[in-house]
Each structure stands twice: as structure tokens, then as C-alpha cells.
T-cell receptor, first 109, second 114 residues
Framework: GNSVTQMEGPVTLSEEAFLTINCTYT??????LFWYVQYPGEGLQLLLK?????DKGSNKGFEATYRKETTSFHLEKGSVQVSDSAVYFC????????FGSGTKLNVKP | NAGVTQTPKFQVLKTGQSMTLQCAQD?????MSWYRQDPGMGLRLIHY???????DQGEVPNGYNVSRSTTEDFPLRLLSAAPSQTSVYFC?????????????FGPGTRLTVL
């Protein structure tokens, strides 16, 4: 079956620190992979995506590379800001969308 | 282009009451879905639809009904509300064709069942 596993939070970092949020997946076939971000009181919005192996998605300084050999799609950012504080969801799309449980990021000034 | 809209934003029900959460999209998307979000549980799929007249169950369908009479609208009905249905509900839509197409989410409905 299809599933997504991401690291549990919360993750607390100081401003300008390096961020990694791990995401691994199980899927049949060749899914597309996504990272969504949810700010407090809002719905989810797309952060980045990758549609095939070795693709790198990037947006707003965030990056993730589709690694088929390790079935991973880890989210990284070189220097986080207070405004990046949010919940981040890893997801895959095959027949349907499958979401991880979310990782809350707190960035302190 | 309003995207995905949901009404109401907040709702309080008593146990046993019924209600309908409304969802509409103006992007002509074939695929629509309903999720519930509970603390520490991420998003769980309730029902989804791949086009008008076609619906299917997700991970947690019990206690909920859906219908899809038009491409634009996908209402979620709570038949007899229970406290376990207290949650935040999100509607989402996407194109059906093309695996790389993202889902667009509505702002959510926060439901409390007393």
C-alpha cells in the first residue's frame, strides 16, 4: 500500500539555523511527491513538489529531492526565519493523495 | 477566481444533530476530497470524488455522506453528530489527469460537537 512517514515534531530552531525534516514513503508505481505548509488557522498550501526520481523541488529557499533508491523526500532550508514557523506535511499522489502526520516547526528569534 | 471555498468557518452542534458542510471550487477540477484534521493525527481522508456522480470512501467514512451532483460542489453531510466528530474539516480539489498536479485546499471548517 501507499503511506508517508515523516519525523515527529515539534522541531525548535533558532533563526538562521539549518532545517531538515525527514520524509520517507512507501508506494506502488511512481508517485509524485509534495511538501505542503500550514500556517496557524489556515488550510494547507503547496510548498514544493517533484514528479519523478532525482527531481528537485524548490520554493522560498526550501528544497527537497525525490530519492527513489532511499524512498525519501527530505525537506531542507539553509537558514530558517521566524516566519517559517508552521506545520509541514509530506505527501504523495498515486491513485489518491496520502499525507504524513505533519511536523510542527518553531523558529525562535 | 476564488479557488476552494468552504462554509461555515465555525460550527457548534449538539450530539445527534445533522448538518452539511459546503465546499465549492471554481477551477473546473474533477477530483475533490474531504479530510479531517485532528491534533497529532495529520490529515485523514473521509470521502473523495473523481467527477460528478462518482464518489468513494476514504480512510474514515463512517458517519459522513457525500454527493457530487456538479463539478463545482462537493458537500459533506454529518448524519447524526457525535463528539468524536469534533475536528477541523478541509475540502480540497485538483485536476484528475497528471500525477504532478497539486491539491488546492479550502480554509477549513472548525466543528465542535457537544
Amino acid at each position: 500500500g501507499n503511506s508517508v512517514t515523516q519525523m515527529e515534531g515539534p522541531v525548535t530552531l533558532s533563526e538562521e539555523a539549518f532545517l531538515t525534516i525527514n520524509c520517507t514513503y512507501t508506494a506502488t508505481g511512481y508517485p509524485s511527491l509534495f511538501w505542503y505548509v500550514q500556517y496557524p488557522g489556515e488550510g494547507l498550501q503547496l510548498l514544493l513538489k517533484a514528479t519523478k526520481a532525482d527531481d528537485k523541488g524548490s520554493n522560498k529557499g526550501f528544497e527537497a529531492t525525490y530519492r527513489k533508491e532511499t524512498t525519501s523526500f527530505h525537506l531542507e532550508k539553509g537558514s530558517v526565519q521566524v516566519s517559517d514557523s508552521a506545520v509541514y506535511f509530506c505527501a504523495l499522489r498515486s491513485d489518491k493523495f496520502y499525507f504524513g502526520s505533519g511536523t510542527k516547526l518553531n523558529v525562535k528569534p | 477566481n476564488a479557488g476552494v471555498t468552504q462554509t461555515p468557518k465555525f460550527q457548534v452542534l449538539k450530539t445527534g444533530q445533522s448538518m452539511t458542510l459546503q465546499c465549492a471550487q471554481d477551477m473546473n477540477h474533477e477530483y475533490m476530497s474531504w479530510y479531517r484534521q485532528d491534533p497529532g493525527m495529520g490529515l485523514r481522508l473521509i470521502h473523495y470524488s473523481v467527477g460528478a456522480g462518482i464518489t468513494d470512501q476514504g480512510e474514515v467514512p463512517n458517519g459522513y455522506n457525500v454527493s457530487r451532483s456538479t463539478t463545482e460542489d462537493f458537500p459533506l453531510r454529518l448524519l447524526s453528530a457525535a463528539p468524536s466528530q469534533t475536528s477541523v474539516y478541509f475540502c480540497a480539489s485538483s485536476r484528475l489527469a497528471g500525477g504532478g498536479d497539486t491539491q488546492y485546499f479550502g480554509p477549513g471548517t472548525r466543528l465542535t460537537v457537544l
